[in-house]
Structure formats: structure tokens, C-alpha cells
């Protein structure tokens, strides 16, 4: 074979393997092929994924990548509502949902978001008081994440998240804020130790009033108990005197009357019964001596003991 045959051989593999490698596409499981065939496309010249064929020379593909992607608003001054001055940055998740719209209506989707989210936010802040725009930025970040949402809907793409990260404030606005906060802190102070005063007093009180009832108790309890010791006590002196008679009353009487007669004292005060007390003593010394004599006994007299037969006068003259 001369080296001419050869050549062409030669020439003939090599365009076969280039349009091999032209015609042949493996397409990830994220992305799509938009195929332009003669520079026309359509629904059916989305590709993807896996083995796909193109025409050599005929078809050229446009891959698109149908992952979420996010993109970073550098901090923008925005006017709120009340003409104070801010600055914001946030970020923006967004994804291709159609591929087709992706290419052909749009020449960078990325870059046309990030336009369209400086002047949707600035539109946004416009209509919103400064104090609200500082308390309520998860309610901002939905309202922009729908109006990107819409914007971007012709472009076959969607927004998926809004995410504002930094609002700073001016420096006056910044400087009112922390001396607010610095009184709202004083407050919550003040307030928390006039909750713990109260709370304590309410415990000391308590306490008394618990104290004060439990020695009402005591006390309560205490005279119960002394009365029913002075009931016990009386009723078994009661029990007691029932069984006393009366020589033992009179045996008490001189009991008695020993003792005062062994005091000190110059004055007496003697009971008006005093004279039926001599008599009931005689009475019992007469039937004393009655009993022994009718039981044939002699009884002996004390010498010192006066004779029954004297009378009270002769006593005494």
C-alpha cells in the first residue's frame, strides 16, 4: 500500500473520530443540552440526561445547569418609607426550572437577577417604616423573594429563598437604638428587683402569718389541755370527797387549826364554824367514852386532860 493510500486512511479516521466526538454527548443527571439545529430550537431539542446524539456540523448544544444556585447582593443604600437612609445585603437562592426560556430569553440569567434585586429592593424598602424594616426582615425577604419570584418567571427560572443578612441603620438612628436598649435594660432591672422585693415580702408575710397561727394552735392547744387537766383534777376531787366523812373533815379542821396555832403570827382569823367544830369534837369524845364503858373498859384519863364534869366556868374562874 503506498504511502498516498495511507494518508488518506489515515485522514479519513481522523474526521470519523471527530465527528464522532462531535455527535456524542453525556449529559449529567443536573444538567440539559438546548440543542440549536441550523439555529432553531424548541421542547423537543432539550436533551438530557444521560447518551445523547447531535448531528455533526448540524446541531450546536447549550448545556444549562439545573442545580440551585445563590448569588451575593453587595450592600445596597435604600430610602425607607420615613426618608431614613439604610444599607442592606442579602443573598438570593434560585434554581432553572425551565431550560428552553433559561437560553433564549435571557442572556445571563444571573446577572439580570442581580439587577433586578437592587431596584425591587430599593422598591420594597420605599413603602416600609424604618422600625419595621428592623423588626420585621423575615416579612421583607418573603415580600422580595415573590417579586424576584415573578420577575424572573419569563427568564425559566425561580427564586427560591431571600435571605437578607446585614441592615445597618444610620449613626444617629444607630446611637438612639442602643440608648433605648440601654433603657429598656435599666427598666427590665428595676422591674425584677421590685419583683423580688414584692416576692419577698409576700414570703416574709407569710411566714408570720404562718408562724402566728401556729402559736394561736399552741396556745389553743395548751388551754384545751390545761382545761381538761382542771376538769380531770376537779373530778377526781370530787370522787375523792364523796368518800370523806364527816370525822375526817373535822380531822382536817384541827389539822388546820395545829398549823395556824404553830405560826408566828400575833393575828388569827377563825371560821365562823368554829363553834360547831368544838361541838362535833366533844361529841365524838362523849361517844368515845360511852363505847368503852359499855365494853366494861377503863379507860384512862390524862392528867392533863380536864375533868368532863368541869364546867366552863369553873375553867376560867
Known sequence: MDPVTIGALALVAVVVLVLVYLSIRIVNEYDRLVVFRFGRTGDRLVKGPGLVFLIPLVDRPVRVDLREQFIEIPSQTAITKDNAPINIDFLIYWRIIDPLKSVVNVAFFAGALQGIAT??????????????VLSKRDQINEVLRAKLD????RWGGKVTIVEIREIIPPRDVQDAMNRMLSAERNRRAVITESEGARQSNINVAEGEKQAAILRAEGRRQSSILEAEGFSQALERIFQAARTVDERTMT????????????????????????????RRVGDYVDRGFSAASSMGTDTPRSPDSPSMGTTGGERTG
Open 251 to 278: 380531822l382536817q379542821y384541827l389539822e388546820a387549826l395545829k398549823a395556824l396555832g404553830a405560826s408566828p403570827s400575833t393575828k388569827y382569823i377563825l371560821p365562823l364554824e368554829l363553834t360547831d367544830l368544838a
Open 150 to 153: 415573578e420577575q424572573t418567571e
Open 119 to 132: 431596584t425591587t429592593l430599593r422598591a420594597v424598602i420605599g413603602d416600609i417604616l424604618l422600625d419595621d
